[in-house]
């Protein structure tokens, strides 16, 4: 996947993390919102609370293609979890997939398709009921004779931390989220329908209920045969974590606390395991990552002057070494091989 900067206020890119009016013309270009530009690497700076700085991989500006942007009016894609700030929670799917897959490997069948039924669904919908609850809706669709326009239903974990991040920092017009696992719509067992007065009638009929006023396009499924399965999508995503994350491993206990929260923005929207050009994003994980990417990284620290077998597997001898780089070039040192640290390599 191709690391892009998505312009999403009208800003200015700097030479200087500074304010514009300190710099001369050369050393500051305008961009307007809805920009893209193609990135060959970024460093997220320790020193810098607003600022990324950024090395673009086909454009320049006054002859100069490293940047400073400012954070608040930038996107980077893909980015983590924290950083999103857009407000549909469509950009988080790459993760949600891999969290909706676990939950399935812990308890197969637990959440299926519904998208087979006679439905419209949101651009951002995941189209996941528990068994009970899709059976119940099939069964109200069929009774209304008409087809039914989903807004939201199952909503993974990263997408509430998405909208709870929203809620906390007062964008989209966010006015109350629940915390994640909080939400019905982590259950399996609730959607949203602009239409509540016409459907109400018909789910009413197979278990499901209105809500009330206070949330009216809301409806959940009350009757037989549901599981409360809200702490398994915490532990779902804990263990998906862990998996990538060898010497950062978290409880694997369902509860939502500081800890996990942590991880969580801190996870790539796209998902783990993903690649930026032809590299990957190196973790260690279990299995060991294996390939010619790895072999790349291992031969460009040993021309960095540093020692490090070249065998193709990113195991612990290796990420060690590449703590020992990023700690030289003042990068964040936790053994992960993503933008900024493939652009300190050469890449």
Same mark, same amino acid.
């Given at each position: 996947?191709?690391?892009?900067?998505?312009?999403?206020?009208?800003?200015?890119?700097?030479?200087?993390?500074?304010?514009?009016?300190?710099?001369?013309?050369?050393?500051?270009?305008?961009?307007?919102?809805?920009?893209?530009?193609?990135?060959?690497?970024?460093?997220?700076?320790?020193?810098?609370?607003?600022?990324?700085?950024?090395?673009?991989?086909?454009?320049?500006?006054?002859?100069?293609?490293?940047?400073?942007?400012?954070?608040?009016?930038?996107?980077?894609?893909?980015?983590?979890?924290?950083?999103?700030?857009?407000?549909?929670?469509?950009?988080?799917?790459?993760?949600?997939?891999?969290?909706?897959?676990?939950?399935?490997?812990?308890?197969?069948?637990?959440?299926?398709?519904?998208?087979?039924?006679?439905?419209?669904?949101?651009?951002?919908?995941?189209?996941?009921?528990?068994?009970?609850?899709?059976?119940?809706?099939?069964?109200?669709?069929?009774?209304?004779?008409?087809?039914?326009?989903?807004?939201?239903?199952?909503?993974?974990?990263?997408?509430?931390?998405?909208?709870?991040?929203?809620?906390?920092?007062?964008?989209?017009?966010?006015?109350?989220?629940?915390?994640?696992?909080?939400?019905?719509?982590?259950?399996?067992?609730?959607?949203?329908?602009?239409?509540?007065?016409?459907?109400?009638?018909?789910?009413?009929?197979?278990?499901?209920?209105?809500?009330?006023?206070?949330?009216?396009?809301?409806?959940?499924?009350?009757?037989?045969?549901?599981?409360?399965?809200?702490?398994?999508? *915490? #532990?779902?995503? @804990?263990?998906?974590?862990? $998996?990538?994350? =060898?010497?950062?491993? !978290?409880?694997?206990?369902?509860?939502? &606390?500081?800890?996990?929260?942590?991880?969580?923005?801190?996870?790539?929207?796209?998902?783990?395991?993903?690649?930026?050009?032809?590299?990957?994003?190196?973790?260690?994980?279990?299995?060991?990552?294996?390939?010619?990417? *790895? #072999?790349?990284? @291992?031969?460009?620290?040993? $021309?960095?002057? =540093?020692?490090?077998? !070249?065998?193709?597997?990113?195991?612990? &001898?290796?990420?060690?070494?590449?703590?020992?780089?990023?700690?030289?070039?003042?990068?964040?040192?936790?053994?992960?091989?993503?933008?900024?640290?493939?652009?300190?390599?050469?890449?």
């Amino acid at each position: 996947m191709t690391l892009m900067l998505k312009i999403v206020e009208n800003t200015v890119l700097k030479q200087k993390p500074v304010s514009s009016s300190q710099l001369s013309a050369e050393d500051k270009h305008s961009l307007q919102r809805g920009t893209e530009l193609e990135l060959h690497s970024l460093d997220r700076l320790q020193e810098e609370k607003f600022y990324i700085r950024v090395s673009l991989a086909k454009e320049s500006f006054q002859g100069k293609n490293t940047w400073y942007a400012f954070t608040p009016h930038v996107q980077v894609i893909p980015s983590m979890v924290k950083e999103v700030q857009s407000c549909s929670t469509e950009i988080v799917k790459g993760l949600d997939r891999q969290i909706i897959a676990e939950m399935n490997s812990i308890v197969p069948g637990i959440l299926v398709s519904f998208d087979d039924l006679n439905v419209n669904l949101g651009p951002a919908v995941w189209p996941y009921l528990q068994p009970p609850a899709k059976r119940a809706l099939e069964r109200a669709i069929a009774s209304a004779g008409d087809k039914m326009t989903i807004t939201s239903a199952y909503r993974t974990i990263a997408q509430q931390q998405i909208l709870y991040n929203h809620y906390k920092s007062r964008r989209c017009n966010i006015t109350l989220a629940a915390r994640p696992s909080r939400s019905n719509h982590q259950s399996g067992l609730a959607l949203d329908t602009p239409y509540p007065s016409f459907w109400g009638k018909h789910l009413y009929k197979y278990g499901w209920r209105w809500l009330g006023p206070g949330d009216p396009v809301h409806f959940d499924y009350k009757g037989s045969g549901r599981r409360d399965i809200r702490s398994l999508s *915490v #532990r779902a995503f @804990q263990r998906l974590w862990n $998996k990538y994350n =060898l010497n950062d491993k !978290i409880a694997e206990d369902g509860a939502y &606390g500081s800890q996990t929260a942590i991880r969580l923005n801190n996870s790539p929207i796209e998902g783990f395991g993903i690649t930026i050009g032809e590299f990957r994003v190196l973790r260690l994980s279990q299995p060991y990552m294996q390939g010619e990417d *790895v #072999r790349k990284v @291992q031969n460009a620290l040993v $021309k960095a002057g =540093l020692t490090v077998e !070249i065998d193709g597997f990113y195991g612990p &001898g290796t990420v060690a070494i590449v703590k020992q780089f990023q700690q030289q070039k003042g990068l964040t040192s936790d053994g992960v091989v993503g933008p900024a640290t493939l652009g300190k390599l050469g890449f």
